[in-house]
Protein backbone atom coordinates (compact mmCIF):
# COMPACT_ATOMS: atom_id res chain seq x y z
CA UNK A 1 0.00 0.00 0.00
CA UNK A 2 1.44 3.21 -0.73
CA UNK A 3 1.74 5.78 2.05
CA UNK A 4 1.02 9.28 1.47
CA UNK A 5 2.53 12.24 3.72
CA UNK A 6 2.01 15.75 2.89
CA UNK A 7 4.17 18.73 4.26
CA UNK A 8 3.13 21.37 6.89
CA UNK A 9 3.16 24.99 5.31
CA UNK A 10 5.76 27.08 7.40
CA UNK A 11 8.23 30.08 6.85
CA UNK A 12 10.31 29.88 4.20
CA UNK A 13 13.80 29.47 4.59
CA UNK A 14 16.78 29.41 2.22
CA UNK A 15 19.18 27.38 0.49
CA UNK A 16 21.89 28.64 2.81
CA UNK A 17 20.15 26.78 6.05
CA UNK A 18 21.44 23.61 4.62
CA UNK A 19 25.31 24.36 5.94
CA UNK A 20 23.71 24.54 9.24
CA UNK A 21 22.47 21.35 8.86
CA UNK A 22 24.84 18.78 8.78
CA UNK A 23 23.84 14.86 8.07
CA UNK A 24 20.99 14.80 10.23
CA UNK A 25 18.72 12.02 10.60
CA UNK A 26 16.13 11.30 7.94
CA UNK A 27 12.37 10.06 9.25
CA UNK A 28 12.71 6.30 8.54
CA UNK A 29 11.82 3.50 11.05
CA UNK A 30 12.68 0.99 8.97
CA UNK A 31 8.77 -0.06 8.63
CA UNK A 32 7.42 -3.24 9.95
CA UNK A 33 7.54 -6.75 8.77
CA UNK A 34 10.98 -6.02 7.37
CA UNK A 35 9.91 -2.97 5.08
CA UNK A 36 12.35 -0.17 4.25
CA UNK A 37 10.53 3.15 3.88
CA UNK A 38 12.10 5.83 1.35
CA UNK A 39 10.17 9.37 1.28
CA UNK A 40 10.47 11.18 -1.93
CA UNK A 41 10.19 14.98 -1.84
CA UNK A 42 8.75 16.30 -5.42
CA UNK A 43 7.06 18.86 -7.04
CA UNK A 44 3.28 18.47 -6.93
CA UNK A 45 1.83 20.52 -10.06
CA UNK A 46 -1.34 20.40 -11.79
CA UNK A 47 0.51 17.99 -14.54
CA UNK A 48 2.36 16.11 -11.30
CA UNK A 49 -0.29 15.19 -9.37
CA UNK A 50 0.54 13.03 -5.25
CA UNK A 51 -1.65 10.72 -7.82
CA UNK A 52 0.35 10.82 -10.53
CA UNK A 53 3.49 10.09 -8.52
CA UNK A 54 1.88 7.43 -6.48
CA UNK A 55 0.76 5.75 -9.83
CA UNK A 56 4.49 5.47 -11.35
CA UNK A 57 6.21 3.96 -8.12
CA UNK A 58 3.56 1.50 -8.03
CA UNK A 59 5.43 -1.06 -10.59
CA UNK A 60 8.82 -0.61 -8.13
CA UNK A 61 6.97 -1.35 -5.24
CA UNK A 62 5.47 -4.23 -7.13
CA UNK A 63 8.74 -5.45 -8.12
CA UNK A 64 10.60 -4.92 -4.61
CA UNK A 65 7.80 -5.71 -1.65
CA UNK A 66 10.75 -4.70 0.93
CA UNK A 67 10.60 -1.25 0.13
CA UNK A 68 7.35 1.27 0.31
CA UNK A 69 7.32 4.91 -1.66
CA UNK A 70 6.22 7.95 0.64
CA UNK A 71 5.51 10.87 -1.71
CA UNK A 72 6.03 13.98 0.09
CA UNK A 73 4.07 17.04 -0.98
CA UNK A 74 5.82 19.84 -0.14
CA UNK A 75 2.85 22.23 -0.74
CA UNK A 76 2.66 26.04 -1.40
CA UNK A 77 6.39 26.47 -0.27
CA UNK A 78 7.73 24.31 -3.28
CA UNK A 79 10.41 21.82 -2.74
CA UNK A 80 13.17 24.76 -2.92
CA UNK A 81 11.85 25.94 0.45
CA UNK A 82 10.70 22.71 2.12
CA UNK A 83 14.08 20.77 1.51
CA UNK A 84 16.22 23.40 4.09
CA UNK A 85 13.15 23.62 6.33
CA UNK A 86 13.12 19.42 7.00
CA UNK A 87 17.01 19.25 6.98
CA UNK A 88 16.90 22.33 9.93
CA UNK A 89 14.11 19.74 11.61
CA UNK A 90 15.79 16.60 11.42
CA UNK A 91 13.11 15.12 8.72
CA UNK A 92 14.85 14.84 5.84
CA UNK A 93 13.71 13.14 3.29
CA UNK A 94 15.52 10.27 1.64
CA UNK A 95 15.01 11.19 -1.97
CA UNK A 96 14.58 14.57 -3.75
CA UNK A 97 13.15 15.23 -6.84
CA UNK A 98 13.45 18.84 -9.33
CA UNK A 99 16.43 20.22 -7.47
CA UNK A 100 19.12 20.51 -8.95
CA UNK A 101 22.63 20.29 -7.11
CA UNK A 102 24.29 23.69 -6.52
CA UNK A 103 27.70 23.85 -4.56
CA UNK A 104 25.80 24.80 -1.00
CA UNK A 105 23.61 22.17 -1.98
CA UNK A 106 26.01 19.52 -2.40
CA UNK A 107 27.59 18.38 0.85
CA UNK A 108 23.95 17.35 1.75
CA UNK A 109 23.59 14.66 -1.12
CA UNK A 110 25.21 11.53 -1.82
CA UNK A 111 27.66 11.23 -4.75
CA UNK A 112 26.42 9.19 -7.26
CA UNK A 113 29.53 8.45 -8.83
CA UNK A 114 29.94 4.70 -8.57
CA UNK A 115 26.65 4.02 -10.34
CA UNK A 116 26.29 4.09 -14.19
CA UNK A 117 23.04 5.30 -14.42
CA UNK A 118 24.09 8.84 -13.27
CA UNK A 119 27.18 8.90 -14.87
CA UNK A 120 26.11 8.23 -18.15
CA UNK A 121 22.47 9.71 -18.23
CA UNK A 122 20.85 13.16 -19.70
CA UNK A 123 23.47 15.92 -19.05
CA UNK A 124 25.34 14.51 -16.30
CA UNK A 125 28.86 15.47 -17.17
CA UNK A 126 27.47 18.93 -17.24
CA UNK A 127 25.78 18.88 -13.86
CA UNK A 128 28.88 17.48 -11.84
CA UNK A 129 30.70 19.48 -9.19
CA UNK A 130 34.36 18.99 -8.80
CA UNK A 131 33.94 15.71 -11.17
CA UNK A 132 31.17 14.13 -8.56
CA UNK A 133 27.52 12.98 -9.60
CA UNK A 134 24.66 14.61 -7.45
CA UNK A 135 22.09 13.67 -9.31
CA UNK A 136 20.28 12.02 -11.80
CA UNK A 137 17.73 13.48 -14.47
CA UNK A 138 15.03 11.82 -17.06
CA UNK A 139 15.87 13.51 -19.78
CA UNK A 140 16.17 17.05 -21.58
CA UNK A 141 14.14 20.42 -21.60
CA UNK A 142 15.39 22.40 -24.78
CA UNK A 143 15.89 26.05 -24.18
CA UNK A 144 17.59 27.12 -27.70
CA UNK A 145 14.88 26.67 -30.06
CA UNK A 146 12.75 29.16 -32.65
CA UNK A 147 9.45 27.87 -32.83
CA UNK A 148 8.44 28.46 -36.44
CA UNK A 149 4.58 28.96 -38.23
CA UNK A 150 5.06 27.20 -41.07
CA UNK A 151 2.41 28.90 -43.50
CA UNK A 152 4.36 32.05 -42.66
CA UNK A 153 7.25 30.49 -44.28
CA UNK A 154 5.78 29.66 -47.05
CA UNK A 155 4.10 32.86 -47.54
CA UNK A 156 7.42 34.79 -46.51
CA UNK A 157 9.32 32.27 -49.60
CA UNK A 158 11.48 30.49 -46.96
CA UNK A 159 11.94 27.11 -47.96
CA UNK A 160 14.08 25.88 -45.37
CA UNK A 161 15.08 26.43 -41.98
CA UNK A 162 17.82 29.41 -41.11
CA UNK A 163 21.07 27.28 -40.42
CA UNK A 164 22.94 30.74 -39.73
CA UNK A 165 22.20 33.95 -37.64
CA UNK A 166 22.84 35.46 -40.79
CA UNK A 167 20.08 33.34 -42.43
CA UNK A 168 17.93 33.70 -39.17
CA UNK A 169 18.14 37.86 -39.81
CA UNK A 170 17.06 37.06 -43.72
CA UNK A 171 14.21 35.36 -43.12
CA UNK A 172 12.93 37.86 -40.23
CA UNK A 173 13.22 40.71 -43.03
CA UNK A 174 11.14 38.50 -45.51
CA UNK A 175 8.35 37.35 -42.64
CA UNK A 176 8.27 41.18 -41.92
CA UNK A 177 8.04 42.18 -45.99
CA UNK A 178 5.62 39.53 -46.59
CA UNK A 179 3.03 41.03 -43.69
CA UNK A 180 4.10 39.16 -40.35
CA UNK A 181 5.22 39.59 -37.19
CA UNK A 182 8.59 38.06 -37.19
CA UNK A 183 9.66 37.55 -33.42
CA UNK A 184 7.17 36.95 -30.78
CA UNK A 185 8.08 37.36 -27.27
CA UNK A 186 7.34 39.50 -24.47
CA UNK A 187 7.60 40.97 -21.05
CA UNK A 188 8.24 39.78 -17.63
CA UNK A 189 10.91 36.68 -17.73
CA UNK A 190 10.91 36.05 -21.49
CA UNK A 191 12.39 38.97 -22.80
CA UNK A 192 15.86 37.72 -22.54
CA UNK A 193 15.47 34.00 -24.08
CA UNK A 194 15.43 34.98 -27.61
CA UNK A 195 18.50 37.29 -26.62
CA UNK A 196 20.22 34.35 -25.00
CA UNK A 197 18.97 32.40 -28.10
CA UNK A 198 20.27 34.51 -30.31
CA UNK A 199 23.49 34.79 -28.74
CA UNK A 200 24.52 31.47 -26.54
CA UNK A 201 25.04 28.80 -29.54
CA UNK A 202 27.15 31.00 -31.09
CA UNK A 203 29.32 32.48 -27.93
CA UNK A 204 29.88 28.91 -26.16
CA UNK A 205 30.24 27.26 -29.42
CA UNK A 206 33.25 29.64 -29.82
CA UNK A 207 34.29 29.25 -26.13
CA UNK A 208 33.10 26.22 -24.03
CA UNK A 209 34.41 27.96 -20.93
CA UNK A 210 32.88 30.89 -21.20
CA UNK A 211 30.78 30.71 -17.86
CA UNK A 212 34.03 29.79 -16.43
CA UNK A 213 35.95 32.68 -17.92
CA UNK A 214 33.04 35.48 -17.37
CA UNK A 215 32.61 34.54 -13.42
CA UNK A 216 36.60 34.59 -13.39
CA UNK A 217 36.47 38.06 -14.57
CA UNK A 218 38.75 37.14 -17.56
CA UNK A 219 36.25 37.60 -20.03
CA UNK A 220 33.91 40.48 -20.31
CA UNK A 221 30.10 40.74 -21.58
CA UNK A 222 30.56 43.40 -24.39
CA UNK A 223 33.72 41.22 -26.11
CA UNK A 224 32.01 37.80 -25.80
CA UNK A 225 27.84 39.36 -26.19
CA UNK A 226 28.55 42.39 -28.42
CA UNK A 227 27.63 41.07 -31.35
CA UNK A 228 24.23 39.88 -30.18
CA UNK A 229 23.50 42.60 -28.68
CA UNK A 230 24.07 44.75 -32.07
CA UNK A 231 22.35 41.90 -34.18
CA UNK A 232 19.66 42.01 -31.69
CA UNK A 233 19.62 45.46 -31.45
CA UNK A 234 19.51 45.91 -35.06
CA UNK A 235 16.33 43.24 -35.37
CA UNK A 236 14.52 46.12 -32.92
CA UNK A 237 15.51 49.05 -35.34
CA UNK A 238 14.03 46.92 -38.71
CA UNK A 239 10.92 46.20 -36.68
CA UNK A 240 11.65 42.51 -36.03
CA UNK A 241 11.06 42.43 -32.66
CA UNK A 242 8.15 44.74 -32.06
CA UNK A 243 9.00 47.89 -29.51
CA UNK A 244 5.32 46.80 -27.46
CA UNK A 245 6.06 43.75 -26.87
CA UNK A 246 7.27 44.71 -23.49
CA UNK A 247 3.55 44.79 -22.52
CA UNK A 248 3.22 41.79 -23.38
CA UNK A 249 2.50 38.57 -20.57
CA UNK A 250 3.85 35.13 -20.94
CA UNK A 251 0.65 33.06 -21.31
CA UNK A 252 -0.50 35.92 -24.51
CA UNK A 253 2.13 35.91 -26.22
CA UNK A 254 1.95 32.23 -26.35
CA UNK A 255 -1.25 32.57 -27.66
CA UNK A 256 -1.01 34.93 -30.19
CA UNK A 257 2.02 32.71 -31.78
CA UNK A 258 -0.19 29.56 -31.48
CA UNK A 259 -3.37 30.94 -33.26
CA UNK A 260 -0.98 31.97 -35.92
CA UNK A 261 -0.98 36.03 -35.56
CA UNK A 262 3.15 35.77 -35.66
CA UNK A 263 5.76 33.83 -37.53
CA UNK A 264 8.72 32.94 -34.98
CA UNK A 265 8.93 32.20 -31.40
CA UNK A 266 11.84 31.36 -29.18
CA UNK A 267 10.92 29.45 -26.58
CA UNK A 268 11.80 25.65 -24.39
CA UNK A 269 10.33 22.58 -25.94
CA UNK A 270 8.08 22.87 -22.99
CA UNK A 271 5.93 24.65 -25.03
CA UNK A 272 5.14 21.58 -27.52
CA UNK A 273 3.03 20.34 -24.49
CA UNK A 274 1.03 23.57 -24.69
CA UNK A 275 0.90 22.62 -28.37
CA UNK A 276 -0.08 18.94 -28.52
CA UNK A 277 -3.16 20.30 -26.16
CA UNK A 278 -3.87 22.70 -28.56
CA UNK A 279 -7.12 22.51 -30.69
CA UNK A 280 -7.29 25.46 -32.93
CA UNK A 281 -3.74 26.26 -33.38
CA UNK A 282 -1.32 27.02 -36.48
CA UNK A 283 1.10 24.20 -38.19
CA UNK A 284 3.77 24.91 -36.26
CA UNK A 285 7.66 23.48 -36.74
CA UNK A 286 10.85 24.13 -34.82
CA UNK A 287 14.58 24.52 -35.19
CA UNK A 288 17.86 24.87 -33.29
CA UNK A 289 18.93 27.99 -32.78
CA UNK A 290 21.43 28.32 -35.25
CA UNK A 291 25.19 30.02 -34.83
CA UNK A 292 26.89 32.82 -36.92
CA UNK A 293 28.59 31.69 -40.01
CA UNK A 294 31.66 29.72 -39.22
CA UNK A 295 30.59 27.70 -36.01
CA UNK A 296 31.14 24.49 -36.26
CA UNK A 297 28.98 23.07 -33.77
CA UNK A 298 26.84 25.65 -32.07
CA UNK A 299 26.00 25.17 -28.52
CA UNK A 300 22.35 24.09 -27.60
CA UNK A 301 20.77 25.19 -24.42
CA UNK A 302 19.52 22.96 -22.02
CA UNK A 303 18.68 21.91 -18.33
CA UNK A 304 17.93 18.26 -16.79
CA UNK A 305 14.35 17.52 -16.65
CA UNK A 306 13.03 15.95 -13.48
CA UNK A 307 16.24 15.87 -11.23
CA UNK A 308 16.96 13.11 -8.86
CA UNK A 309 19.29 12.99 -5.82
CA UNK A 310 20.02 10.92 -2.60
CA UNK A 311 19.97 12.60 1.17
CA UNK A 312 23.21 12.16 2.73
CA UNK A 313 20.93 11.98 6.27
CA UNK A 314 19.52 8.95 4.41
CA UNK A 315 19.16 5.72 6.62
CA UNK A 316 17.75 4.10 3.47
CA UNK A 317 20.22 4.87 0.78
CA UNK A 318 20.49 1.25 -0.93
CA UNK A 319 16.93 1.56 -1.22
CA UNK A 320 16.73 4.95 -2.42
CA UNK A 321 19.26 4.32 -4.81
CA UNK A 322 17.08 1.46 -6.38
CA UNK A 323 14.43 3.77 -6.86
CA UNK A 324 16.40 6.54 -8.11
CA UNK A 325 17.79 3.72 -10.85
CA UNK A 326 13.99 2.99 -11.80
CA UNK A 327 12.83 6.25 -12.19
CA UNK A 328 15.90 7.47 -14.76
CA UNK A 329 16.12 4.17 -16.61
CA UNK A 330 12.95 2.01 -16.70
CA UNK A 331 11.66 2.69 -20.01
CA UNK A 332 7.99 3.14 -19.10
CA UNK A 333 8.43 4.95 -16.19
CA UNK A 334 10.92 7.65 -18.00
CA UNK A 335 8.42 8.05 -20.47
CA UNK A 336 5.44 8.90 -18.40
CA UNK A 337 7.49 11.49 -17.02
CA UNK A 338 8.79 13.10 -20.19
CA UNK A 339 5.32 13.12 -21.58
CA UNK A 340 3.77 14.39 -18.84
CA UNK A 341 5.96 17.24 -18.25
CA UNK A 342 6.86 18.16 -22.45
CA UNK A 343 10.82 16.56 -22.11
CA UNK A 344 12.59 14.38 -24.43
CA UNK A 345 15.04 11.78 -24.35
CA UNK A 346 16.83 9.83 -27.58
CA UNK A 347 15.64 6.36 -27.17
CA UNK A 348 12.62 6.77 -25.29
CA UNK A 349 9.53 7.81 -27.20
CA UNK A 350 5.63 8.25 -25.84
CA UNK A 351 2.86 9.33 -27.68
CA UNK A 352 3.83 12.70 -29.78
CA UNK A 353 2.69 15.35 -32.52
CA UNK A 354 4.54 15.64 -35.74
CA UNK A 355 5.94 18.48 -33.41
CA UNK A 356 7.81 16.75 -30.56
CA UNK A 357 9.09 14.13 -33.32
CA UNK A 358 10.69 17.45 -34.45
CA UNK A 359 11.68 17.98 -30.65
CA UNK A 360 12.94 14.46 -30.49
CA UNK A 361 15.14 14.27 -34.10
CA UNK A 362 16.54 17.27 -32.38
CA UNK A 363 18.02 15.18 -29.49
CA UNK A 364 18.87 12.67 -31.17
CA UNK A 365 21.32 14.93 -33.54
CA UNK A 366 22.42 16.92 -30.74
CA UNK A 367 25.90 15.87 -29.48
CA UNK A 368 26.20 15.72 -25.50
CA UNK A 369 29.55 18.14 -25.16
CA UNK A 370 27.17 20.78 -27.19
CA UNK A 371 24.66 21.48 -24.49
CA UNK A 372 24.90 24.14 -22.32
CA UNK A 373 23.44 25.98 -19.49
CA UNK A 374 21.55 29.06 -20.10
CA UNK A 375 20.85 31.91 -18.06
CA UNK A 376 22.50 31.54 -14.52
CA UNK A 377 23.71 28.29 -15.21
CA UNK A 378 24.25 25.32 -13.36
CA UNK A 379 26.77 22.89 -11.99
CA UNK A 380 30.39 24.47 -12.27
CA UNK A 381 29.37 26.04 -15.42
CA UNK A 382 28.05 29.59 -13.42
CA UNK A 383 27.80 33.41 -13.72
CA UNK A 384 27.49 35.31 -10.48
CA UNK A 385 23.79 35.64 -8.70
CA UNK A 386 21.71 37.73 -10.10
CA UNK A 387 22.59 37.73 -13.49
CA UNK A 388 19.65 36.07 -15.39
CA UNK A 389 17.75 39.24 -13.85
CA UNK A 390 20.29 41.46 -14.91
CA UNK A 391 20.36 40.41 -18.75
CA UNK A 392 16.29 40.38 -19.04
CA UNK A 393 16.40 43.69 -17.58
CA UNK A 394 18.96 45.00 -20.23
CA UNK A 395 17.52 43.55 -22.77
CA UNK A 396 13.99 44.98 -21.78
CA UNK A 397 16.27 48.16 -22.10
CA UNK A 398 17.65 47.43 -25.54
CA UNK A 399 13.54 46.67 -26.47
CA UNK A 400 12.57 50.32 -25.13
CA UNK A 401 15.95 51.92 -27.29
CA UNK A 402 18.53 51.68 -25.54
CA UNK A 403 21.75 51.46 -27.45
CA UNK A 404 23.42 48.65 -27.57
CA UNK A 405 26.63 49.96 -26.80
CA UNK A 406 25.14 51.28 -23.62
CA UNK A 407 23.92 48.08 -22.79
CA UNK A 408 26.89 46.45 -23.22
CA UNK A 409 28.33 48.49 -20.66
CA UNK A 410 25.79 48.08 -18.31
CA UNK A 411 26.63 44.35 -18.56
CA UNK A 412 30.63 44.95 -17.99
CA UNK A 413 30.08 47.21 -15.18
CA UNK A 414 27.42 44.60 -13.07
CA UNK A 415 30.18 41.90 -13.92
CA UNK A 416 32.99 44.11 -12.07
CA UNK A 417 30.51 45.07 -9.47
CA UNK A 418 29.70 41.68 -8.80
CA UNK A 419 32.76 39.59 -9.14
CA UNK A 420 34.34 42.85 -7.00
Not at 62 to 85: F, H, K, M, S, T
Not at 307 to 319: H, K, N, R, T, V
Request: a negative charge.
Amino acid sequence: MIKHRTLASVGTLTVAALALTGCAGSDDDGGSGGTTEVSMLVNVTPNLTEEYWNELVKPFEDANPGIDVVVQNPGAEGVAAALPRLLTAGDAPDVVQSLPPTTDLAPELVDLSQYDWATTGPLADQYSIDGKYYMAGIGFQLQSLWFYNKTAFEEAGITAVPATVEELTAALGKLKDAGWTPVQTGGDWMTSHSLQALGLPSIVGQDPDWFARMSAGEATFSDTYGDAVATYADWVAKGYVPKDALGIKYPDAEQAFLSGKSAIYPMGSWFAGTEAKAEDKAEIGVFRAPAVDGVASPAMGANIASPYSILQASESQDAAAKLVEFLVTDQDAVASQLEVDGNFRDGYEYEMDDLGKELLQIVADTPAEAYTPTGQGYGERTLPTGYSDEINAQTQALIGGTPADKVDAAMDDWFAATIG
